[in-house]
Structure formats: structure tokens, C-alpha cells
């Protein structure tokens, strides 16, 4: 069956960066749009970053120029290298796949969390 596997949370300072791992099992990751949700404490569960199987990328406001996802089709792996992280990005951050950047598909990873603190 498809597994998606998040690693790679912690804890951080503000200003400072992490990198997410999300390995997939059961499934052609280059077949998928995958995506990067978060959810806080009292707060809905919003996407963060998306990347198409064809590439295109998409980006929530909030994190426009310090985020980046990435992915290995080769891995099966995809990534989101956090820079310059804030207060306000402590969540538990959960990996997607399914057929759309926009909006989240049917496959979950169990959600990796990152706090920043000082």
C-alpha cells in the first residue's frame, strides 16, 4: 500500500533551517503532484508548498522566498528546505500526494513536527 514517511522536524531557532524528507513506498512518486500541508495548534490544516508531476510549483504567501520544495523521482522522495524560519511556522508538517498542487490528494504522511523557538 502507499506510504509516505516525513523526517527531518525539530526544534530551531528563529532565522534558522530545516530540511523535511518525505519518502514514499507503494507508489511512482513521479506519477504525483505532491505537497506540503501544516497544521497548528487551533488552526486548520494549510498547504504550504506543492510540486507537480510536471514540475510547477506553488507556494502559500507566508513562505514565498524562504521555502523550497523539491523531488527525487529517483528516491521517490520529495523535500522542503525550510530557511529563515519564523514563530509562526511551528506546526506539524504532513506530506501529501495526489493528482493536484491546489488541493490535497488521498495519500497522508503521519506529520513531522517543527518548532521554532528561542
Known amino acids: 500500500q502507499v506510504q509516505l514517511v516525513e523526517s527531518g522536524g525539530g526544534l530551531v531557532q528563529p532565522g534558522g533551517s530545516l530540511r523535511l524528507s518525505c519518502a514514499a513506498s507503494g507508489m511512482a512518486l513521479r506519477n504525483y503532484a505532491m505537497g506540503w500541508y501544516r497544521q497548528a495548534p487551533g488552526k486548520q490544516r494549510e498547504l504550504v508548498a506543492g510540486i507537480s508531476s510536471t514540475w510547477w510549483t506553488n507556494y502559500a504567501d507566508s513562505v514565498k522566498g524562504r521555502f523550497a520544495i523539491s523531488r527525487d523521482n529517483a528516491k521517490n522522495t520529495v523535500y522542503l528546505q525550510m530557511n529563515s524560519l519564523k514563530l509562526e511556522d511551528t506546526a506539524l508538517y504532513y506530506c501529501?500526494?495526489?493528482?493536484?498542487?491546489?488541493?490535497?490528494?488521498?495519500?497522508w504522511g503521519q506529520g513531522t513536527q517543527v518548532t521554532v523557538s528561542s
Open positions: 501529501n500526494a495526489g493528482n493536484s498542487i491546489a488541493s490535497p490528494g488521498d495519500y
